[in-house]
């Protein structure tokens, strides 16, 4: 394993302002959705032994206590749509000086909104990709 580390995002819209930002930083676009970012993040693991994944981006507030523009580190994580005894929680350690959240990972804006009645102790978002990711990376 390399002491490389590697961001991944979702689409080149997201990823191209990081990217201006951090010109030296290596990215990649993963795709929308679960399956293929699971696909891309393997395929990425595979061939460049990263020794950190950070997937960036755009994820949606479900939650008040959150702005749009809010920079958030997401330390949980599931699928929303499997069935609670089935749905898998993934778990990162919180960036310092950054908020941070649970999210759903979800095949469509909107679908974690039932669960937001749950007692969730942190603040909330939904995204697209990130469960899959996290269970790529964590069989590697």
Do not use: W
Not at 69 to 80: E, P, Q
Not at 93 to 113: D, F, Q, R
């Amino acid at each position: 394993m390399s002491d490389r580390s590697i961001y991944l995002f979702a689409t080149e819209l997201e990823a191209t302002p990081f990217r201006n930002l951090r010109a030296d930083a290596e990215c990649f676009v993963v795709g929308v959705g679960m399956a293929a970012a699971a696909a891309a993040t393997a395929r990425l693991i595979a061939q460049l032994h990263p020794r950190r994944i950070v997937l960036c981006g755009i994820a949606g507030a479900c939650d008040e206590q959150l702005q749009v523009g809010d920079v958030v580190s997401i330390v949980r994580d599931s699928v929303v749509a499997l069935p609670k005894p089935f749905r898998r929680e993934y778990a990162s350690a919180p960036v310092e000086g950054i908020t941070p959240v649970g999210a759903y990972t979800v095949n469509a804006t909107g679908e974690s909104l039932p669960l937001l009645a749950d007692d969730n102790p942190l603040p909330m978002v939904e995204q697209m990709e990130g469960a899959a990711v996290a269970a790529v990376a964590e069989a590697f």
